[in-house]
């Protein structure tokens, strides 16, 4: 039996934040006025262990999952995070395990990340501009930095790579055509992101968003594209191909064209949450069941239920007044 939601949604991904920590402060994210010196991050005792985290994703793969993705924060900042993978990637029924990361630490661990058994990978980077980068990073790491970790990331084996960049205008827009250039024909695919309204610090409006439509069309003017058929139902990326036939781009256009009616994605915090939205205020606590001596049973009903009372759709619902409600930061529950 299928385990629908209230709008008839499966559940089919799961994303799990290891840490609400980045080594970088990205103005769209974590902006150092609010991440600063004195910002209370989560405390050691707090985050859930390996063991914790996997038993959940097993219970949730029982439930339907197929697809983990580890994310953060920074995922790589946690410390050996290849344990974990190795842990996940043995639990019968999951078909894909892939990592999200800022690439900056990525040459150091993409071989033990692929020798526990990681798949793929994407590397978030907003600009091959070295000033730019380091502007939207905000702690001077530079673009060759997060290259290495790409290369390191092909020379183990974590294909097919994606390159994730979030565009803002007036910030790295002037930036996009030469990102899609650069990686034409090298089979790694980018994925252009619209800036979301996630968190309550990163002062979006919406004039700062450059819709999916506007960065194909700059793309589309000097390497024409053709739109392509998803991979599958749920794809949060919209596909489009260069015609002649060197590869493929994405546009994840949350801002423009909501695609809740095929979110079939539930997130796990670091602390042990369950979030049914990325735009969500408050999560389900796990974590307290997990060291109150649940058993899996209960575990399994706990979560199946909520999933089964999930009715959110924030994008197609978002106006001008809801892009201030409070919400989890993307810092904490991780894209
Ligand atoms: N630190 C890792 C990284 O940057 O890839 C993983 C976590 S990060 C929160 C996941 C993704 O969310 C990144 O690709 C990042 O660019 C994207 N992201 C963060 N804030 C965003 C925003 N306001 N709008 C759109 N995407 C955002
Ligand atoms: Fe860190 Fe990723 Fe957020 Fe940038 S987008 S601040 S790298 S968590
Ligand atoms: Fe899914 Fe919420 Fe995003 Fe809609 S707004 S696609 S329900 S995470």
């Known amino acids: 039996m299928t385990l629908s939601d209230r709008l008839g949604r499966p559940l089919r991904d799961l994303r799990i934040s290891v840490t609400d920590r980045c080594n970088f402060r990205c103005v769209y994210c974590m902006p150092r006025e609010v991440f600063g010196p004195g910002y209370a991050f989560l405390k050691r005792d707090e985050l859930l262990t390996y063991e914790e985290i996997t038993r959940v994703a097993r219970v949730l793969v029982e439930l339907g999952v197929e697809k983990i993705r580890i994310t953060g924060g920074e995922p790589l900042v946690r410390r050996d995070l290849h344990e974990l993978v190795a842990r996940l990637r043995v639990i019968p029924g999951l ?14 661990q993409a071989k033990r990340l692929a020798e526990a058994g990681l798949q793929r990978v994407t590397v978030s980077l907003d600009s091959l501009d070295d000033a730019v980068f380091r502007a939207m990073n905000d702690v001077g790491v530079g673009v060759e930095t997060v290259l290495e970790g790409i290369s390191a990331a092909g020379e183990a084996g974590l294909w097919p790579i994606k390159v994730n960049a979030v565009v803002k205008r007036g910030v790295n827009d002037h930036t996009v055509v030469d990102l899609a250039r650069y990686f034409k024909g090298t089979g790694i695919i980018v994925r ?3 800036f979301m309204d996630v968190g309550a610090t990163n002062g979006w409006k919406l004039e700062h968003v450059v819709t999916g439509r506007e960065i194909v069309e700059m793309i589309d003017r000097e390497m024409p594209l053709e739109p392509a058929e998803a991979n599958y139902r749920g794809e949060v990326a919209q596909r489009w191909r260069y015609r002649d036939g060197s590869g493929e781009i994405g546009v994840i256009t949350s801002i423009s064209q909501p695609f809740c009616g095929d979110c079939t994605r539930l997130r796990l915090s670091p602390e042990g949450e369950l979030f049914t939205c990325l735009f969500g205020a408050k999560g389900h606590d796990i974590r307290g069941l997990l060291r109150g001596g649940a058993s899996d049973e209960e575990l399994r009903e706990r979560i199946a239920a909520v999933w089964r009372a999930r009715e959110d759709r924030y994008s197609e619902l978002r106006t001008a007044e809801t892009a201030g409600l409070p919400k989890v930061e993307m810092s904490h529950i991780g894209g």
């Open 95 to 108: 078909r894909d395990l892939t990592l999200t990361t800022n690439g900056s630490l990525l040459a150091q």
């Open 192 to 194: 252009f992101i619209e």
